[in-house]
């Protein structure tokens, strides 16, 4: 069967091999490659935070009592990856390939750090609070996906 922690893990995964795509084009200096893959990218993460931010965290915060706990946390991490996003954009916008990768590589440790802490502490959590209603929170999730 699967879970909360096994469905987000492999989105973060998916996520994971578009940033690389991204990584591997600005390195060739590749601008239109850039901007689609980083593009790409940008949705896949946006896509994956909606997911965690209207329906996981809710349905979490709703059935623990806690929503000044990891949920917390993980939004302020969404909010800082959003702003090296952003600064990413300038960079393909501007065409400078070192701010690009300066970036990204702050976003690669960020993004390394957060999906640790989701995997090993947030998705274990949820996958036991949330156990009666697994089904419909992976319901949920995936129409957020399509």
């Avoid at 998916?14 to 949705?43: V, Y």
Wanted: aromatic content about 8%; some cysteine; charged content about 25%.
């Amino acid at each position: 069967m699967e879970t909360i922690s096994s469905f987000l893990t492999n989105d973060h995964h998916r996520c994971d091999e578009l940033f690389a795509e991204a990584e591997a084009s600005a390195a060739k200096g590749d601008w239109e490659a850039i901007a689609r893959n980083f593009q790409d990218f940008l949705q896949s993460m946006e896509q994956h935070f909606t997911m965690e931010e209207e329906v996981l965290f809710p349905t979490f915060e709703t059935h623990t009592g806690m929503s000044m706990g990891p949920t917390q946390v993980m939004r302020m991490e969404h909010r800082q990856m959003r702003e090296l996003f952003n600064a990413m954009g300038e960079a393909v916008t501007n065409r400078d390939k070192d701010d690009f990768l300066g970036q990204a590589e702050t976003l690669l440790v960020l993004m390394q750090q957060h999906n640790l802490k989701e995997e090993q502490i947030l998705y274990r959590m949820a996958d036991q609070a949330l156990g009666g209603e697994m089904e419909d929170v992976l319901k949920r999730m995936s129409a957020v996906a399509r």
